[in-house]
Every structure is written in C-alpha cells, then in structure tokens.
Antibody
Framework: QVQLVQSGAEVNNPGASVKVSCRTS????????IHWVRRAPGQGLQWMGW????????QLLRNFQGRVTMTRDTSLVTVNLHLNRLISDDTAIYYC??????WGQGTLVTVSS | DIQMTQSPSSVSASVGDRVTITCRAS??????LGWYQEKPGTPPKLLVY???RLKSGVPSRFSGSGSGTIFTLTITSLQPEDSAIYYC?????????FGQGTKVEIQ
C-alpha cells in the first residue's frame, strides 16, 4: 500500500537550516509529484510547492522562493524539503503529500532560540 | 494563482443539526476540489474528492457538491466526533490552494 513516512521532529535556532525527509513506498516513485504543505500555529494549511521525482524539477510558492529547496533521491525513493534562514514563523508541522489521498504523518519543526 | 474563499470561518451547532460550508474559487476549476477534516495531531483527512465523491470509509452524513467556482460541503445530522477544522482545496492548477478553514464546534 502507498505510504509516505516523514523524518522526526526538529528544533532549530533562528537563522539555521533544516531538512525534512519523506520516504515513499508502495508505488512507482517517479510516477507522481510530491507536494509539501505546512500548518503553522493559528494558521491554515499552506501549500509550499512540489517536486517532480522524475526530473527533479520544482515549483515553489512565491513566498518561499530563495529560501526553500526540494530535492529527491531516487535510489532511496525519498524527497527532501530544505528550509534555510529559519525564522520563528517557520514553526509548523510540515507534510508531504503524493496527492490528496496520500499524506505523510507530518514533521514538527520548531524554531526557537 | 487561484484563490479559494471559504465561509464561514467558524460555526457552532448542535448534535443532529445540518451544517453547510461554502468554498468559492477565483476562477473556474471544474470539479478539481476536495474537502478535508483536520483534527489535532493528525494529518488532514480527505473526505470528498472531485467535488462530490465521498472517499471510502467516510460516513454518508458528509456530502459535497458544486462545479466551476462554487462548492459546498454539507454535514447532515452533526455528530460530536465531527468537531474539527474543515478545509477545501483545489488542484485544478499545478499549484494547490486551500481555503482558510472552517472551525466546526458542537454546542
């Protein structure tokens, strides 16, 4: 069955970088884009962008351009979200999703000094 | 970018009541819309996809309708376990967009 399993919770200082991983299984990795969505405290769901696991191409929400990159490792069937120059407003749960039907369990990223 | 406007932002209703949530798209999105239920500590749960298709296992008191720019999620006979935040989402364009969310509380 399709599964997306994310890496564990992170605590980081402002200005640092963080990587959140999403390991996939149960389907052909290169057949589906992977999207990233975040849920900050007191905010709604926010789509961040997607990565095409076949080509590595990405599309990012304008707000995140320059600070977010998405990569993939086809040998590990894993996609990664890299968030740089962290600020307190980046404190959120980050989700990967293959499509509306299949989501990862979420990764809490806390930015605090 | 396609904007999704969801209303109301919150609703308080009694067990057994009918609750309707509306989502409006800034441009036509055909039926490329889903509805999610979010509860603390768990990922959003897809309830309805393609605007009106109920996902397997979701109680039949949930239903979705609409096409184009106006969509609704209806909960007939509200239950205590339906207390949650509900979101609409479009995937008509390559970028997803979510509505602002509707908090449903049980009186």
């Amino acid at each position: 069955q399709v599964q997306l399993v994310q890496s564990g919770a992170e605590v980081n200082n402002p200005g640092a970088s963080v990587k959140v991983s999403c390991r996939t299984s149960g389907y052909t990795f290169t057949d589906y884009y992977i999207h990233w969505v975040r849920r900050a405290p007191g905010q709604g769901l926010q789509w961040m962008g997607w990565i095409n696991p076949k080509s590595g191409g990405t599309q990012l929400l304008r707000n995140f351009q320059g600070r977010v990159t998405m990569t993939r490792d086809t040998s590990l069937v894993t996609v990664n979200l890299h968030l740089n120059r962290l600020i307190s407003d980046d404190t959120a749960i980050y989700y990967c999703a293959r499509d509306p039907h299949y989501w990862g369990q979420g990764t809490l990223v806390t930015v605090s000094s | 970018d396609i904007q999704m406007t969801q209303s109301p932002s919150s609703v308080s209703a009694s067990v057994g009541d009918r609750v309707t949530i509306t989502c409006r798209a800034s441009q036509g999105i055909s039926n490329s819309l889903g509805w999610y239920q979010e509860k603390p500590g768990t990922p959003p749960k897809l309830l309805v996809y393609a605007a009106s298709r109920l996902k397997s296992g979701v109680p039949s008191r949930f239903s979705g309708s609409g096409s184009g720019t106006i969509f609704t999620l209806t909960i007939t006979s509200l239950q205590p376990e339906d207390s949650a935040i509900y979101y609409c989402q479009q995937w008509y364009s390559t970028s997803w967009t979510f509505g602002q969310g509707t908090k449903v509380e049980i009186q």
